[in-house]
């Protein structure tokens, strides 16, 4: 049986690699004037939730981000900082080499509005019965009311909703979607079954406007709007 999380080391991780597909340096691109990645670390520092926070990266500049505020960094070897390798790809393989812990926590620097309360919060739920909390969101459209698209311009639906007329809220299900903002689990049900979605999984919902996922330059531009809007009020 698990005892009291506050008994246990638990360690946070920042993967951060260099490159980036859709727009360059995405990671240390400057939001309001800070790269991206400091308002990740800055609110997993201010959670004091953790008795280490990693940096992963394989980018000089990021390394030199991380030391400045004293954070430990773990470079990763090229082959797993490329496009293809997935996160928890990259993650996996460092967990084989570093100090295991008993809590295992990862935060994409994509998410900058999660905030120290919310991984608080997240933690919060982590318990003996649990075996990971993940960060999520509301699709802001009804998924219930998806069209597909082929060459020809033609459309059908991907569920029964539209044909059958059920388009009525009260015929459409909520579903969520993980937000990138944490995930948190057991360090060994992680070794165990490397994923973050088998077992008992618990579900912190993150307000909307603190859940924005930095994919593009039209991202940041959402995402200075927001602080602007903050300082505003």
């Not at 995405?26 to 670390?41: A, D, E, V």
């Not at 909390?133 to 029964?160: G, H, K, M, R, T």
Request: net charge neutral; with cysteine.
């Amino acid at each position: 049986m698990r005892k009291n999380k506050e008994k246990f080391s638990k360690v946070a991780v920042i993967p951060a690699r260099g490159g980036s597909t859709r727009l360059k340096d995405k990671n240390i691109y400057p939001i309001n004037g800070k790269p991206l990645i400091c308002y990740t670390i800055e609110s997993v520092i201010e959670s004091k939730c953790f008795d280490t926070i990693i940096v992963s990266t394989d980018s000089n500049e990021i390394i030199n981000i991380a030391s400045d505020y004293g954070l430990e960094v773990y470079q990763r070897e090229a082959k797993f900082a490329t496009a293809k390798i997935t996160v928890l790809e990259a993650l996996l393989d460092m967990m084989t080499k570093i100090k295991p812990h008993d809590i295992f926590a990862y935060f994409l620097p994509t998410c900058p509005f999660r905030n120290a309360d919310d991984i608080k919060a997240g933690l919060s739920l982590l318990n003996q019965d649990v075996d990971s909390v993940i960060s999520i969101s509301d699709f802001s459209e009804p998924i219930q009311l998806a069209l597909i698209q082929n060459d020809n311009n033609d459309i059908y639906p991907v569920f029964d909703n539209l044909t059958a007329g059920l388009t009525n809220s009260k015929y459409i299900q909520k579903y969520y979607r993980p937000n990138g903002a944490f995930y948190i689990s057991w360090w060994n049900n992680i070794i165990k079954n490397k994923n973050f979605f088998i077992g008992n999984i618990k579900g912190y919902k993150i307000p909307k406007m603190r859940s924005i996922d930095i994919n593009d330059i039209n991202d940041i531009m959402i995402a200075e709007g927001i602080i602007k809007s903050q300082f505003q009020d």
